[in-house]
Nanobody
């Protein structure tokens, strides 16, 4: 079992930055693929980014060049650095984890989820 707890959300003006954190506890953190998803009001939850090791990452087209996912294995934490935020980035952001070393954008492939952290970007 893996427990995930997100933090770092908040209110920011357009053009600003936030860094989300996701602390993981439980077994064998290093074997998991970790991802970030988001759900805006009235919309389906969507993939944002995923990471296995270092530069082995994947991003949604909508965030490429603005967001960066990273992980600190020693701290059992995955981060999402979000820059140049726009109101369209407003959503509940969720951290997710899966066993296996394959990048995937599919929500159903991630059995472990955090409770979410709200990001609101004002115009």
């Amino acid at each position: 079992q893996v427990q995930l707890v997100e933090s770092g959300g908040g209110l920011v003006q357009a053009g600003g930055s936030l860094r989300l954190s996701c602390a993981a506890s439980g077994r064998a953190f290093s074997i998991y693929t970790l991802g970030w998803f988001r759900q805006a009001p009235g919309k389906e939850r969507e993939f944002v980014a995923a990471i296995i090791w270092g530069s082995n990452t994947q991003y949604a087209d909508s965030v490429k060049g603005r967001f960066a996912i990273s992980r600190d294995t020693a701290k059992n934490t995955v981060y999402l650095q979000m820059n140049n935020l726009t109101p369209e980035d407003t959503a509940e952001y969720y951290c997710a984890a899966r066993v296996g070393m394959t990048l995937t954008t599919m929500q159903k492939e991630y059995p472990y989820w955090g409770q979410g952290t709200q990001v609101t970007v004002s115009s």
